[in-house]
């Protein structure tokens, strides 16, 4: 454990959850043994919270791949906290439900401890939350919105955003990976997808991914699925992914609900992909190189993603993405931000492009 890890795990606890001496911070943690969160990431917390000075408990909330909830021993231990942090996908599952009201919860997308360590877990949290406020400001002001990529992806809308309705989770993310979501009803176009359809994290089945041996366009119009583009072999397994996972959950199978694009260029996926497209679903999207949809499901964040890879995002004409880079200073306010946190212009001036995809 470095003091690299110690002060990445300090910033979800300070700045992000605003714990205070004396606070009650329980950690609600997921067993390595599942795969997906390392135990270094449990340790981290731990000593990091006892030099604020918190009291701090932890427990095995294990891994519910359907129907998540907070179970009476979860309950109990949340109404005795002031602070509730989640080292577990339970706290992604949850993160658009209602909580108990009166305490903090925060769910951890930096997996291990070396991703605390990282530029994404060190870099300060409250940047990214003003850099997320001004790029909301943006698009709610827009006319036109078009998003682009090499691929050959070719999506245009208007957002209709409302930004005094909280159309963001009840759970705060650390640290901020992205805007808040856009509601897709008003976009129409071509997705170019990556080779794969796969989860969003909010219920897991099986298989939770396909892959594709040839290209695949899904095809969007006004917000709805209206079906896919490519060879017929692999339109067919497209469409049966999409009738299975619909029919396993009695969900709207064409709706898209959303979309966003990753705003933290400190976010690195430093595994394959393909080894566990679980962990890549839940971790790799704060990256400006990932745009996502949440499709399959009336509801945030839906039951299939679409995910564009190094995409191209202009906002009136001008491209605050460009292929995968976010142009920060083109945001407007962005420039008087950098101002005030060199460290983090410098991190947007070399870009982490590790995202576990060629």
């Known amino acids: 454990m470095t003091a690299d890890a110690i002060a990445g795990a300090r910033n979800l606890l300070v700045d992000c959850a605003q714990a205070k001496p004396g606070d009650r911070v329980l950690i609600a943690f997921e067993p390595p043994s599942f795969g997906y969160y390392e135990a270094d990431a449990l340790e981290c917390l731990v000593a990091a919270a006892r030099t604020i000075g918190t009291e701090v408990t932890t427990l095995d909330v294990g891994f519910e791949p359907e129907a998540?909830?907070?179970?009476?021993?979860?309950?109990?231990?949340?109404r005795a906290a002031d602070v509730i942090v989640f080292l577990a996908r339970l706290g992604d599952q949850l993160r658009f439900s209602d909580m108990p009201p009166g305490k903090t919860f925060v769910v951890s997308f930096a997996l291990a401890g070396g991703m605390f360590a990282s530029p994404f877990g060190r870099a300060d949290y409250g940047f990214f939350v003003k850099l997320k406020k001004l790029i909301d400001a943006r698009l709610a002001a827009s006319g036109s919105?078009?998003?682009t990529c090499a691929r050959g992806t070719d999506v245009v809308g208007r957002p209709d955003i409302d930004l005094a309705v909280d159309g963001d989770t009840t759970v705060r993310r650390f640290p901020m990976p992205v805007f808040t979501p856009v509601p897709a009803h008003s976009f129409s176009g071509r997705v170019a997808l990556p080779g794969f359809l796969t989860g969003t994290g909010s219920m897991y089945y099986d298989p939770f991914t396909i892959e594709?041996?040839?290209p695949l366009f899904a095809i969007l119009e006004n917000g709805r699925l209206a079906g896919f583009d490519g060879s017929a072999a692999e339109v067919r397994r497209a469409e049966a992914h999409y009738d299975f996972v619909a029919g396993r959950f009695g969900i709207d199978r064409d709706c898209v609900h959303s979309w966003h694009a990753g705003?933290?260029?400190?976010?690195a996926f430093p595994w394959p992909a393909r080894e566990s497209y679980e962990r890549w679903s839940g971790a790799a999207f704060g990256n400006p190189r990932v745009l996502h949809f949440h499709t399959c499901g009336s509801y945030p964040p839906g039951e299939i993603c679409w995910n564009v890879i190094d995409p191209t995002v202009s906002i009136d004409g001008t491209a605050l993405w460009q292929d995968g880079v976010l142009e920060v200073e083109r945001v407007p306010g962005a420039s008087?931000?950098?101002?005030?946190?060199?460290?983090?212009?410098?991190?947007?001036?070399?870009?982490?492009r590790q995202i576990g995809i060629d």
């Open 145 to 147: 919105v078009r998003i």
């Open 212 to 214: 594709f041996a040839e």
């Open 263 to 267: 705003i933290h260029p400190g976010c």
């Open 68 to 78: 998540p909830r907070l179970t009476d021993d979860l309950l109990e231990a949340v």
């Open 336 to 352: 008087e931000l950098l101002a005030a946190h060199p460290g983090i212009a410098a991190l947007f001036a070399a870009p982490s």
